[in-house]
């Protein structure tokens, strides 16, 4: 069991060892031969990627065509990035012990910690979704369905008739509380309102700090240091949760995940303390902001369409829990959270018929399958229809990623959406309040003003 005084040596040591700029060089990757690309110095394409990523994206596509290469800092690595659905098969579908995604997702190494189930690949990624997958079957759904309606429910009632607000924040509000009861299972008041700063900053970390993670030096100094600081704060915090959590008496009958967690697998193989705390700040990271995204977007856009919100309304209460599906799914679709989905190459292999080399990072952008017209007819319409009785073609929309690495919170987060939808529109009608586009955060992509809303009573 974890205790207090290995906290803080287990925190510095992740941080030193995840840092992607941290330990050996990795060879060079031979770039003959890969799409073509620009050749602007590296810092500025990693900047436009991670900064400007719904400009650059289709600006890459015309100028390039269906696949271009991308390099990145530290090293000038490659990323090469596909728009076509097949050739997004082909690497949903590639071998798991030559397509790592652990190895992709990297920059989130320091925060999430190695034994993240998005850090992990091979073997130790498969036992890992073997222990989790039980947490997030469609029992525990059921389980945690009503937990969730009754934290929308206390949400939507703290709002006032008339009242206009960023949905966003409102909506970070709720998924949060979301995540601390039914994932973190924590209720006592005390602890809760120690984690929610700890958190909300571990979510708000810029792009300027997740290029920082490359150069471990900056962590001593300003921005780079107070997210260490905070790290170690709520690492504190959560493996205190964990201590207790592991003694309480009805860990058997307590519904949250990381009681479940817990008490996974069998004797000789189960989640020790630091696997329970990455694991959780990846279901914090991967499942807090990305739903209120997603729930921000829906409420901004069924607000500019009358018709649109009373199909809505009668869905809520009716309980047409599929409309209101369909509402978060095309909100996903014409607002992506996440920019694309991405693989490293441990060989070298085929892919989009161009011969890659071993190292070099590959992965279908999800902004350009999502807006091509191709893909998705009348792709800038909101139409939740697309999504009624049917499915778009495969690998079309793909917010959640695909293949044996398909995000595991997926049906969660449709729950969680669905919920909320529900709660809302039962209550209140809503009106957006001007326009909105996408703001890049850091690995997700946000509300630029908060997409607000005016709320009035039902």
């Given at each position: 069991m974890t205790t207090v005084d290995d906290v803080s040596r287990l925190t510095s040591e992740r941080l030193r060892r995840m840092s992607p700029g941290g330990g050996p060089k990795p060879p060079p990757v031979d770039l003959t031969g890969l799409p073509p690309g620009p050749r602007w110095p590296v810092l500025a394409q990693t900047s436009a990627l991670l900064r400007f990523r719904h400009w650059f994206h289709p600006y890459l596509m015309r100028t390039y065509g269906e696949a271009f290469t991308i390099r990145l800092a530290p090293g000038g690595r490659p990323l090469v990035i596909f728009t076509r659905p097949e050739v997004a098969k082909e690497?949903?579908?590639?071998?798991?012990?030559?397509?790592?995604?652990?190895?992709?997702?990297?920059?989130?190494?320091?925060?999430?910690?190695?034994?993240?189930?998005?850090?992990?690949?091979?073997?130790?990624?498969?036992?890992?979704?073997?222990?989790?997958?039980?947490?997030?079957?469609?029992?525990?759904?059921?389980?945690?369905?009503?937990?969730?309606?009754?934290?929308?429910?206390?949400?939507?009632?703290?709002?006032?008739?008339?009242?206009?607000?960023?949905?966003?924040?409102?909506?970070?509000?709720?998924?949060?509380?979301?995540?601390?009861?039914?994932?973190?299972?924590v209720t006592d008041e005390r602890r809760l309102a120690e984690l929610r700063p700890r958190?909300?900053?571990?979510?708000?970390?810029?792009?300027?700090?997740?290029?920082?993670?490359?150069?471990?030096?900056?962590?001593?100094?300003?921005?780079?240091?107070?997210?260490?600081?905070?790290?170690l704060e709520l690492d504190r915090l959560i493996y205190a949760e964990i201590r207790e959590r592991r003694t309480s008496p009805d860990l058997a009958e307590r519904p949250d995940v990381l009681s479940r967690l817990i008490l996974a697998g069998e004797d000789d193989d189960r989640l020790s303390d630091v696997e329970l705390r990455d694991q959780l700040v990846t279901l914090l990271l991967a499942g807090h902001e990305t739903t209120a995204t997603a729930l921000a977007w829906a409420l901004y856009e069924v607000g500019r369409d009358p018709a649109l919100l009373a199909r809505c309304r009668t869905a809520a209460v009716e309980g047409d829990d599929e409309f209101l599906d369909a509402v978060l799914k095309e909100s996903m679709r014409l607002h992506p959270v996440i920019p694309m989905v991405v693989r490293t190459l441990m060989k070298p292999a085929t892919i989009g018929g161009y011969h890659l080399p071993a190292g070099t990072t590959v992965g279908p952008s999800i902004i350009l399958a999502h807006q091509q017209e191709a893909n998705h007819p009348d792709p800038w319409a909101f139409r939740p229809e697309r999504f009624l009785g049917q499915n778009p073609p495969t690998n079309t929309w793909i917010p959640f990623g695909g293949g044996v690495r398909r995000c595991i919170g997926a049906g969660f987060a449709a729950m969680e959406g669905v919920a909320v939808l529900r709660e809302v529109f039962a209550a209140y009608d809503v009106t957006t309040v001007g326009p909105d586009e996408p703001k890049v955060r850091n690995i997700t992509s946000v509300p630029r003003r908060g997409a607000r809303i005016r709320v009035t009573a039902r």
């Open positions: 690497i949903f579908a590639g071998d798991p012990e030559v397509f790592h995604a652990g190895k992709a997702n990297a920059i989130l190494g320091p925060i999430m910690g190695e034994h993240s189930l998005l850090l992990q690949d091979s073997s130790q990624h498969k036992r890992a979704r073997k222990l989790l997958m039980p947490a997030f079957n469609g029992h525990a759904l059921r389980d945690y369905r009503s937990l969730v309606t009754e934290v929308a429910r206390a949400e939507v009632a703290t709002w006032r008739p008339g009242e206009e607000f960023r949905s966003l924040d409102r909506m970070n509000r709720l998924t949060l509380e979301v995540i601390l009861r039914i994932v973190f299972g958190v909300t900053r571990t979510v708000n970390v810029s792009p300027v700090i997740l290029l920082g993670w490359a150069y471990p030096q900056l962590l001593r100094y300003g921005p780079w240091k107070a997210t260490a600081d905070n790290q």
